[in-house]
Each structure stands twice: as C-alpha cells, then as structure tokens.
C-alpha cells in the first residue's frame, strides 16, 4: 500500500493517518490537501519524510503537511512539527539549511502606468549582486556583524541607516529574534557570510515587480496597504551562506551526539538533540542568530530598491506591508502549552487579536504573504490562527511538483523567457536553465494551494498580486 | 561543454594507473541527487568534487585562477567523509568566489582524507548549492566499482 493510502478524509481538506499507519509512529501525521493536490503530493517521497518526522521523541499533537508540500531533505518541505520544550527535540534539518529563508512585500505608492519596468529592473539588478561577483556587498566588520546577528533588521536601521524605523514594526517579530547569540555561530559561518548582507542569492530567491490584479477581502486590503492596481514588490530571500553554514555546522554536531542521547533515526538528515541540552541550546541560539542576518538582508534589499525607485520613480513611497520567516523554529504557545514549532516551507499564520501580529493588523490577523512560480500570481491572505490544526501555520508557496531536471527536459529556458515577455513579463536572469528550472510548470497550482488553505480555515484570501518584473538570483 | 544533466564518462590516467569515473543527477523534486560512480574510492571523492562543480558553473574545464589549497578531514564513518568534503569545498568555494573542479585526492579511508585543490572563478555560475546532506546518504559497492548518492540542497 502506498503511503498516501494510509491517509483519510477527516474534514474540509484535512488527511490524517494514525501512529498506526507505520511502525514507529509517536503522532499522527496530518495533510491540508484536496484529493488532486494530495495525489501530487504523494508522487514523491513527501509522505515517508512527514512519517519519519512523527518518529522523533518528545512531538506534540500531529505533524503537518502544507498543500504545497514536496519531497525535502530528512523533513519534508511543507512540514509543521511542534516539540516539547521539556522532553522534546530541535532539529536543524527541520528548520534547513537557509535559515529564515522568507518573503517581504513592499507598497511602492506607484500604478503600473507610473514606472518603466525594465530599467527599474535593470538598475536593481546593479545594486543587488547575485553569483560569484564582488562589489555592491554590504562589508561588515567583526562586531558589525556580531551586533547585526544579536539586533536583525532593527540593528540595520540604527546602525547603518538603512530602512525607516517603521519599517521593522513590520516584520515578523520585529526582525529580531532575542534568542540569538553571536557567539554560538562559528568563525566559518560568519566568514562565509560575511560580506554577502545585501545579496539575493541563487535557487528560488528572487525580487518582483507586481501589480494587484483582484482584491477579494476589501477591509483587509485596506488595513495592509493593498488597493486594486498598485504596484508592489515582494523580496524572497533568506540568510545565505552564514545560514547555510549554521545548519551545516550544528547537524554534524548533531549527528556525532545522537547516540549520547540514545537517538535511534530513520534518516540522519534528522539529526537532532534535546531541546534542554548543550547542543539544542547552542543550535537554537545561534539559528536565531541567522534569522535576525536573514530579517537584516531583507532589510538592506529594501533599502536598496528604495534607492533605485527614488531614481527611477520619484513619485514611488515605499513602505513595508510584511515579512515572514518560512523556514525557522520559533517557542510559541499552543493549545496553553509552550511548544518548539518547526515550520521548514511553512508561514505562520497568526490569527485576529493575537499580541504577535503587529498592532495595525490585530483587528485582521497577520498577514501570509505567498509567492506563486515564476510567472503566476503571489497571494497574500490573512492568517486564522488556526492553532489546533496546524500550530497556525499556512504554506509557503506553490510548492514544486516535479523535479530540476524533467522541468528542463520539458521548457526550454529560452522560449519561456520569450513567453513571459510576451505576456508583459520582463525577467533578468542569468542562465536559461536557471529559468526552466524555476519555469510554472514544474510547481503545483498556486490558484488552488491558496484556495485549499482558505478551506481548510488555515488563512483567508485578501488580495491576488501578478507580476510584472522578475529578478532571479 | 556537456549537458550537466546527461551521465558524464571520463577515464583518466592518474599515478595510480587507469582509472574511471563518472557522475549524475538524478529525479528529486525539492533538491538535486547526486549519484557518483568510480573504481576506487580516491577516484570517487574527485568525481562527487568534479560533480558538485559541474553543478556550480558551466565553465569548470579551464585553467585553475587560484593557488593550490591543501585539505585534511577527519569524519565519524566513510558516508559521513562525503558529507564533509563536499561542505569543506562549498565553505571554501563561497569564501573564496570560486569552484573546485582541479581536485587530486591523495589519501583517504574510511575515517580520514588528505587532498589537494585549486579554484576556478566561475565566468559562467549555474547552481547555487547550500549544502551536502545526509539525506538518503549511501556509499555501496556496484558491480565491482562504488557508487556514492547525495543529495545537494539549491
């Protein structure tokens, strides 16, 4: 049987299967899907990862899968889990490697008919460095950097002068996790990250110039800063090779201490150890560490497309609607106990009068900001809090559906860039299989991901965002 | 230059006589895997190397612009060496602007290898590559060769 047979309908797009379901099991295992995208989605390897996840000690309630959920790396990406703090686990591998990686929407004040969006793009490309180049870095010093990874985006403003001071009210969590120690995170990570503050990076990150094509919760929309026709632009990035190296570093730590704890896995790319333990200490510390490096990149690339809309649109006012972490681990209380929640390609999804979603959002719920494929439209949707289900938690994305290599057996990169153009698109990207890489047809359905998050109760639709320009890293 | 997708054949003459080698990429939704194939294990750690750059940058075939870096690790068991190395050449990689494709492994065992590397700055990057996991992490014996699989976060 496969594993997806082992999942039944419980309720609106809710799939779970039982400990029962496969020897090992300490917590059920629970899907937010529709039957079409729950068939997808058990195309690969997702569901074994969900059920290896429900193996580690100390979870609370169930494991989740988002609809956008695919095939990771020890989790799966689209995966929610919450451990305790007392007998439970962190594990860097349910976090991943680009620590923070996350989305920050920006209203510019501009309609599509007030810029020219390629030489906006262009000019942006030139002030945001991507690849192996030099120059246009933000170089830090040792204490800058310490002091940037104790004090996130907050610390860039002060310091550096880079942002308005609203723009961290926000920002999820102010853009600073207090957590984060400097000191927990290596000479190596630090060295690697060192000058890369201000960079957008390579994969899937990208900045897009879009225009709100349909708003369906108006009271929302309005409270966010979204009106029909406005142009926006949403920043997707995460904390680069510092990141990358924290991850790296604390799961070879990890695995070399998992039999001192009597750890037995599945998979060793689930490397974890206690919470209450030197080295869950050290991981989480130094995890918040690249969190607040990764609020402070999105930070400065605010800044920086401020720069150049000053230049190219001077009629343009920038100003910040959101930004959300979607691969972090965060202490949050659910169901009134206080819980370690893994979200790996997973938004949270705070709900109305939560004291976490800023003060100017309370009365909706905190803003989800999720981006489509290249080429199709972002949404953004306002969180239910929707804690017993998912630890109030929504997806990250689309989600791919298949992978590198067959989106490139089928799409060309260039006829797909001919395509976007063609629809109005402009995309600067260095390398055509780059392009057919990240091309719409290897991700799933945004339209109806967004639609089955919305029935499932996890968020609520308030506006669609197409996009009009895309710089890829 | 070959397609990085389609299986890539070499045979080399080294010190240690005929030797051969080859690596892929193989189907995984979120990530890249990697599968590397060679008759002695030296030869595998220079082809998951070799592999890993061909990844990173069209243009690893042309003269190395940087000096030669000398690498020791120690690692818990052999997959884990895997694991290291190919992080080692990332760090290294990312700190220095550069990929690692002009790699000669000298010395390695099952808990120890020695090499040594020069870097080339890419003209042409392709893949940003995080890290090398543990996920699904195998070195097995194939038909009288070895076979390693890895799978790369991008």
Known sequence: MAWVDRFTKVSEAIWEASVAARAGMRVPARIVAD?????????????????????????????????????????????????????????????????????????????????DVEPVLHE??????????????????????????????????????????DDVERVEGGGRLAGARAVAVSERAKQRGRDQLGTLGGGNHFLEIQRVQAVFDAEAARAFGLRLGGVTVLIHTGSRGLGHQVCTDHVRAMVASLARYGLTLPDRQLACAPFASPEGESYFAAMCAAANFAFANRQVLTHRVREVLARTAPKAVVRVVYDVAHNIAKIEEHGGQRVCVHRKGATRAFGRGDPDVPEPYRAIGQPVLIPGSMGTASFVLAGNGASAVSFASACHGAGRAMSRTAAKAQVRGGELRKELAGRG?????????????EAPVAYKDVERVVDVVQRAGLARKVARLVPLGVLKG | MADHDATLARRLLDPRGMSWSRHRFGEHTGEVEMKVEADSLPALFEEAARGLADLQAEDTSGPPTRPEERITLRSSDREALLVDWLNELLWRGEVNKCVYADVKVDRVDDHELDAVVRGREPRAPRTAVKAATWHGLRILPRDGAIEATVVLDV
Do not use: W
Request: glycine letters at 16%; aromatic letters at 4%.
């Open chain 1, 425 to 437: 698109i402009v995309v600067r990207c260095p390398s055509n299989a780059e392009l057919a890489e």
């Open chain 1, 124 to 165: 942006l490309m030139r002030r945001i460095p991507a690849g192996y180049g030099h120059g246009g870095r933000l170089e830090l010093s040792d204490d800058e950097l310490d002091r940037v990874l104790e004090g996130g985006a907050p610390e860039v403003v002060r310091r550096f002068r880079l942002g308005e001071p």
């Open chain 1, 35 to 115: 039957e079409v995208l729950l068939k997808q989605i058990g195309r690969d390897r997702s569901i074994e990862q969900l059920m290896n996840v429900a193996t580690l000690p100390g979870l609370v309630g169930a494991v989740v899968g988002m609809p956008d959920m695919h095939e990771g790396y020890g989790f799966p990406v689209g995966g929610v889990a919450a451990m305790s703090l007392v007998d439970g686990v962190i594990s860097p591998g349910g976090i991943g490697f680009d620590i923070n990686c996350g989305v920050r929407l920006l209203t510019t004040g501009l309609e599509q008919d007030d810029l």
